[in-house]
């Protein structure tokens, strides 16, 4: 009796087990033959030498653009510099390219403090724009772009404080009263002038005074003093106003007077000429009939004479009185 199937019969197969197949004998295969690199020997050093060219040709080769020069150098040494646009290539392991800037370049300079003529002190901040005019000078004289820009701000802050400090403190931060001129000009030529006379390959194209302060300390009195002096301007604007006012309003008055005078006059003539042609008239009136000439005069006189208060003494036989009285005969 099996241990697994204690209830069956040995002798009988069991179903539940699958019959087992009988395994067919493996085929042998032939033996590889073996690779005759014999054969192929040339095609792979060929190819291999091919490939080879081809990377040494690749990493050798260089293209110099238009904003740049490249610098050729052998075992350490300047051999040539490249300053046309194009495709070059460099001796394989001997040489070495390296790149400088051809366009131009803006340094901001480290602010500073100086003092002006009058002893005064100010903070200045400049900026350079500046550019390589010759590789050969550049690497022989400042090694790098750092050596040369630290070079070109020390000549920049030696030039602007000697050019500042022929100036007063007015002068340099009042723009209405300012003899500066073309400090900044001035101030690009004397560089260029000391870095062409130590050969350092570069050239200042311009240099900008981009802002002026004062000194923490001295900002409070120097903005009292600036206020005071607006002050002051404001005061002499005020009295050169009052005294033109004064002198328009003394012109005004003088032609006044003129125009009145001369109205005057010309009102004294035409009465003149109004009472000679009403005396004219007066004559040819008591010409033509005297009597009523005097009745008119009369009456005009009353109207100058007379009024509501008057009071008058005439005797009954005063002609005054009877033509008051209305006895006319």
Known sequence: ????????????????????????????????????????????????????????????????????YRVVRQFGEVVTIQDKPGIRMKIPFLQSVTTLPKYQMTYDVSEAEINTKDKKRIIIDNYAVWQVVDPIDLITNAVSIVNAESRMEEFIYSVVRTELGQLNYDEIINDENSSRGSLNDNVTAKVNELLEKDQYGIKVVDVRMKRTDLPEENEQSVYTRMISERDSTAQDYLSQGDAKKREIEAQADREAQEVIATARKEAALIQAEGESEAAKIYNQSFSKDPEFYGLYRSLSSYTKTIGEDTVIILPSDSPYAQILSGNME
């Open 1 to 68: 009796m099996e241990p697994n199937n204690p209830f069956q019969n040995p002798k009988k197969p069991n179903p539940w087990e699958k019959p087992i197949k009988p395994t067919k004998p493996k085929k042998e295969r032939p033996p590889k033959e073996p690779i005759q690199f014999k054969k192929y020997w040339k095609l792979i050093v060929g190819l291999s030498v091919a490939l080879f060219a081809l990377i040494v040709i690749l990493t050798n080769i260089y293209v110099v653009k238009e904003n740049e």
